[in-house]
């Protein structure tokens, strides 16, 4: 079944545009959502909170449409945004009991295992918590309303790699038993690495790919030659570097010609973005 189904969204503002943007995942996994600084990361998932007016496209969430069946989706999701401000002078326990009401399966067990399991002292205020603990008290928040599908907006930016991995640690013990599943966003390759199934890529409002992780990182290769093989293949080639010996650039798998006989090996997550924020927009 999928969580979730994104068909051909499109928003255009003044400056910058969603085009045709397009992807699903499986229930019970965790997607990546990577891109540059203004590639749309963030307008994706406000439409997928409904937060934005869209000018087109659908979006289905455990195989309903978003639009028609809102209230009820609502509750299905759970959704952290790196930067809102909650109320940062009240208590974690204050702001609990505002929030719990809006959602008609709060389960206050499940409340309060969370609140241990992430170490959480409800009688901290809000402005006392740090950037990790802030996540942990959203995703306790969005669990305990029995949310299957967590949209995060960069959840791991501002952490320390140690609280980092310790998210990610959640993540992957979250999606276990196959119920929960999980798009977040992040500019941060190893988090991709560490507990990713799935990669989408967004570039200027359009989806380059989306893929399960090792099939996404096998759709490209980064190559090395010289002057003479550049000149061969430099149409062919997403972006390069040029360095003493020749160059290195980043290549789709199915481009690569072997009578080029240049050394090829597969990239890294972080060479794939580096990769694309250099090239020129004809060749994609
Ligand atoms: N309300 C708005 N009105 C006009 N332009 C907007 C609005 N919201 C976002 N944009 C523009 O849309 C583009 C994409 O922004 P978005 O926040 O989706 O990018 P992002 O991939 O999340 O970037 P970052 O990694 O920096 O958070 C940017 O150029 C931004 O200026």
Same mark, same amino acid.
């Given at each position: 079944m999928l969580a979730l189904e994104i068909k051909n969204l499109?928003?255009?503002?003044e400056h910058f545009q969603l085009k045709d943007v397009s992807f699903q995942l499986e229930k019970g996994y965790i997607m990546?959502?990577?891109?540059?600084?203004g590639a749309g990361k963030t307008t994706t998932i406000k439409s997928i909170l409904n937060?934005?007016?869209l000018d087109s496209g659908e979006i289905r969430i455990m195989g309903k449409d978003l639009i =028609?069946? /809102?209230l009820e989706l609502k509750q299905e999701i759970g959704s952290a945004f790196g930067d809102i401000a909650f109320y940062t002078r009240s208590k974690i326990k204050t702001l609990t009991k505002v929030i719990k009401p809006f959602y008609r399966n709060w389960d206050e067990e499940a409340y309060r295992s969370y609140l241990k399991k992430f170490n959480l002292n409800e009688n901290k205020r809000i402005s006392e918590l740090?950037?990790?603990?802030k996540v942990k008290y959203r995703l306790a928040l969005a669990l305990s309303h029995g949310a299957k599908l967590l949209i995060l907006d960069e959840p791991t930016s501002g952490l320390d790699p140690v609280a980092r991995d310790q998210l990610l640690d959640i993540f992957q013990e979250?999606?276990? =038993?196959? /119920?929960?599943?999980?798009?977040?966003?992040?500019?941060?390759t190893s988090d991709l690495e560490k507990c990713a199934d799935y990669i989408t890529y967004i570039d200027n409002g359009r989806i380059i790919n989306s893929a399960e992780k090792e099939a996404f990182i096998d759709t490209y290769r980064l190559v090395n030659g010289n002057a003479d093989q550049l000149n061969d293949m430099e149409g062919k080639l997403i972006a390069y570097k040029k360095n003493s010996f020749g160059f290195t650039g980043l290549i789709h798998a199915r481009d690569l010609d072997p009578s080029w006989d240049v050394r090829s090996a597969l990239p890294s997550l972080e060479d794939i973005m580096?990769?694309?924020?250099k090239k020129e927009s004809a060749y994609v």
């Amino acid at each position: 079944m999928l969580a979730l189904e994104i068909k051909n969204l499109n928003k255009k503002y003044e400056h910058f545009q969603l085009k045709d943007v397009s992807f699903q995942l499986e229930k019970g996994y965790i997607m990546g959502f990577i891109g540059a600084n203004g590639a749309g990361k963030t307008t994706t998932i406000k439409s997928i909170l409904n937060l934005i007016r869209l000018d087109s496209g659908e979006i289905r969430i455990m195989g309903k449409d978003l639009i =028609d069946h /809102e209230l009820e989706l609502k509750q299905e999701i759970g959704s952290a945004f790196g930067d809102i401000a909650f109320y940062t002078r009240s208590k974690i326990k204050t702001l609990t009991k505002v929030i719990k009401p809006f959602y008609r399966n709060w389960d206050e067990e499940a409340y309060r295992s969370y609140l241990k399991k992430f170490n959480l002292n409800e009688n901290k205020r809000i402005s006392e918590l740090s950037t990790g603990m802030k996540v942990k008290y959203r995703l306790a928040l969005a669990l305990s309303h029995g949310a299957k599908l967590l949209i995060l907006d960069e959840p791991t930016s501002g952490l320390d790699p140690v609280a980092r991995d310790q998210l990610l640690d959640i993540f992957q013990e979250l999606v276990q =038993d196959g /119920e929960i599943s999980i798009l977040f966003s992040t500019h941060i390759t190893s988090d991709l690495e560490k507990c990713a199934d799935y990669i989408t890529y967004i570039d200027n409002g359009r989806i380059i790919n989306s893929a399960e992780k090792e099939a996404f990182i096998d759709t490209y290769r980064l190559v090395n030659g010289n002057a003479d093989q550049l000149n061969d293949m430099e149409g062919k080639l997403i972006a390069y570097k040029k360095n003493s010996f020749g160059f290195t650039g980043l290549i789709h798998a199915r481009d690569l010609d072997p009578s080029w006989d240049v050394r090829s090996a597969l990239p890294s997550l972080e060479d794939i973005m580096i990769y694309f924020s250099k090239k020129e927009s004809a060749y994609v």
